[in-house]
């Protein structure tokens, strides 16, 4: 856990969803949702909904990961080193939203 790589990992999540045809979903540290009790509350919210600002912050989001056993061996290895990214492809997806046929409208 450190801020150069979640931000590599935010810029590759934004490059998925932005820019691969068919895909439904993509899934990863950087949006995944967090359920978690706090003084009788029940929070939901997007895991890093505050973005870490030093490594103090990001300190409390890895103990956060780590503690829940719906992330690890999920969304991050056992020891903290892996992540992944869950993507969720749309094969029935709109042909007209490819890159290829976007390039094809503007040739006719």
Known sequence: FDLSFLENLRSLHL???????????VQSLI???SIRGEEGELIVEELLEQW??????????KQRVMADPIYRNTLISEDGTY??????SDPYGDESETPL???TVRLM
Do not use: M
Not at 15 to 25: R, S
Not at 83 to 88: A, F, K, N, P
């Open 15 to 25: 490059e998925l969803e932005n820019n691969v045809p068919y895909l439904d979903d």
């Open 101 to 103: 046929n976007e390039t």
């Open 52 to 61: 870490p600002e030093n490594q103090k912050a990001l300190e409390l989001i």
């Open 83 to 88: 992540t992944t990214l869950l993507v969720r």
């Open 31 to 33: 949006n995944v949702t």
